[in-house]
């Protein structure tokens, strides 16, 4: 999942990376630093299209009875996705936590959300340890928030193989940072 890699993507949608890859606060991140690995947006329509179609062809043409998601995880700052749709979402999400002005007031101290941006919660470039502790409501919102897009991505995925093979396994390893996780 973590994974859009444009040199054969290319050669059917040439588009691809300003249709599916993440904008982090910085521009395109890389995947590992690798120049040719681009991360995918979790908001992209194009990208879960292109993973539905790839479910399709595991378990419906080569008749797999088991996918293993690899890495699907949710990339922390500065590579978190910033792109226009993910802002759109995040304010989206915002107005449906706290659909009133009083519970937008009490929450961040103004209302409306209409222009609430991005916050680049950038603990982990250099990770910072011990991490520090977000104080900042917009940036504690914006982590639940990519919380939720993950949530929603596993969904989509389980859903997608379900369909079509209601009695498949689904299993994946969601990327850790070891780094802060010592134990």
Known sequence: YTTLIPETFKVDDP??????ASVGSRGLPRYGGQYWRYIPCPSSPEF???IDKLIG???EDIGLDLLHIDGLNGFPEPYACHCPRCLAGFRAWLVRRYPTVTLQRQRFGFAPLDHVEIPDVTVYDP?????PIVTDPVAQEWMFFRCHLLAEVWKFIVRAARRRRPDCYIQGNAAFYPQINPF
């Open 48 to 50: 879960l299209g292109y």
């Open 57 to 59: 062809i595991g378990l």
């Open 127 to 131: 990770i910072a340890l011990p991490l």
């Open 15 to 20: 588009r691809c990376i300003e249709r599916m």
